[in-house]
């Protein structure tokens, strides 16, 4: 099996090479995962943090979701503003605006270039080149653009039946359940950091406009990533972790002055334990914080929606986790009432979503995409992780279920107590 190697230096960068080792259970199996990457950087150089995680998005996954390291062509098109609903996130970049609203009552619409669903609105529309950018593909149909100098990073979620061009998704072609809800959910969460200020463990990433035609409502999202626009860091995205998680806790404990284990089984046991410390417990804690800040349940626990920060030096991680798709929620109704959000919960019920009246950590919906999240240990630390956290913020010991934690938060006047007081000590301004 081959093998992603991590060179560290001095304002690291990643240096993907090959070798004949083999990677036993917490990787893919040989016969079905041959690793194909190859050197991106052609010598050790500094690399952002959003061109490492577009490296990673497009090579450190499953075999048949990788796509070519270079940039893809978006064909766009120009369309009336009549034919189309457009939603701005509050305080939307003007750099953007300029881009898609293009005058004269014109819009640049953007086509997924892997899409053959010929009911996808303006399919059979002939591209226009001078509206027409590059970008980065995904492991997902999302691609990534910059905009301006200095650079303005963005990713933009097209409905597509392809991602990537050989690999059908039939359902990833409607977009209108996505689209109705996005800017909502990222306007909550701006209002809510507004007041309160900025977790300093969680990120959540917000989108910041919503393109759909008119009669169909479907059409796309764009997400702003300036908050992982990081030149300290890297953000790893958790489905990488089958295929470079080793080597990053090599590096890691490496500039901690320890070793690795040389036997593969030990080293596979110390590795399971490194990404249970510093992905499923931080990722347990986190989906507690955004409940009670928030007043919203992460239910699609996927490993694409996560990423987990590295210190750029070391790869080290350091705690803090990154969540993408925030649509994949939902309002806990009994908390979010309590908090003040009324309003942004008669919008979303407006809008068709579905809220819910109880917790649950388990949804039916747990794909995610990483053997990681297979192993029992590791489900059992990422749920007593948020249990913990819950416990904390009440000053009581962790609740043993989550009947418990719905009780915990019905008593009103210490939720309200102590979610403040915990709000001062976890945020930022």
Not at 165 to 182: F, G, P
Not at 410 to 427: F, P
């Amino acid at each position: 099996m081959q093998r992603i190697h991590i060179i560290p230096a001095a304002g690291l960068a990643l240096f993907w090479g090959l070798s004949g080792c083999q990677m036993r259970s917490f990787s893919p199996k040989a016969s079905s995962e041959q690793r194909d990457f190859r050197s991106v950087t052609g010598s050790v150089q500094r690399v952002g943090s959003i061109e490492q995680l577009i490296l990673w998005e497009k090579q450190a996954n499953v075999q048949k979701y990788r796509s070519p390291l270079g940039q893809t062509e978006v064909p766009s098109v120009s369309v009336s503003e009549d034919q189309l609903k457009i939603t701005w996130l509050k305080g939307a970049s003007q750099k953007l605006k300029d881009f898609f609203l293009i005058g004269e009552g014109r819009v640049r619409w953007a086509k997924h270039p892997f899409n053959r669903k010929s009911e996808v609105p303006f399919f059979g529309k002939p591209k226009v080149p001078s509206l027409t950018f590059d970008a980065w593909v995904s492991a997902s149909r999302s691609l990534f653009f910059k905009l301006g100098e200095p650079p303005e990073h963005y990713s933009i979620k097209l409905p597509t039946s392809h991602t990537p061009e050989n690999v059908s998704q039939d359902r990833k072609w409607r977009m209108q359940d996505e689209s109705k809800l996005t800017v909502p959910y990222s306007q909550h969460i701006k209002d809510v950091d507004d007041q309160h200020g900025l977790l300093q463990q969680v990120v959540i990433l917000t989108d910041v406009a919503v393109i759909v035609e008119s009669r169909t409502l479907n059409g796309f999202t764009i997400r702003d990533l300036s908050p992982i626009d990081d030149k300290e860091h890297y953000y790893l995205p958790a489905f990488s972790f089958d295929y470079v998680g080793r080597e990053i806790m090599d590096s890691c404990l490496a500039h901690q002055g320890k070793e690795s284990p040389s036997d593969e089984e030990l080293r596979e046991e110390a590795n399971l334990k490194f990404w249970i410390e510093h992905y499923s417990k931080p990722s347990g804690r986190a989906k507690a914080h955004v409940l009670l800040k928030y007043g919203i349940l992460q239910s699609t626990p996927n490993a694409q929606n996560w990423l987990v920060q590295l210190k750029g030096k070391t790869m080290c991680p350091t705690g803090k986790v990154v969540i993408r798709d925030i649509v994949d929620s939902k309002p806990f109704v009994p908390l979010i009432e309590l908090i003040g959000y009324s309003e942004f919960l008669d919008e979303f019920v407006k809008l068709d979503g579905e809220p819910t009246d109880f917790i649950n950590l388990k949804p039916d919906a747990t794909h995610w995409m990483t053997s990681l999240e297979y192993e029992d240990d590791a489900l059992e630390a990422h749920e007593k992780a948020f249990f913990e956290a819950i416990g904390q913020i009440y000053g009581e010991s962790a609740p043993s279920d989550e009947d418990e934690v719905e009780r915990l938060i019905s008593n009103r006047e210490k939720t309200l107590r102590v979610r403040e007081k915990w709000l001062r000590a976890a945020s930022r301004r």
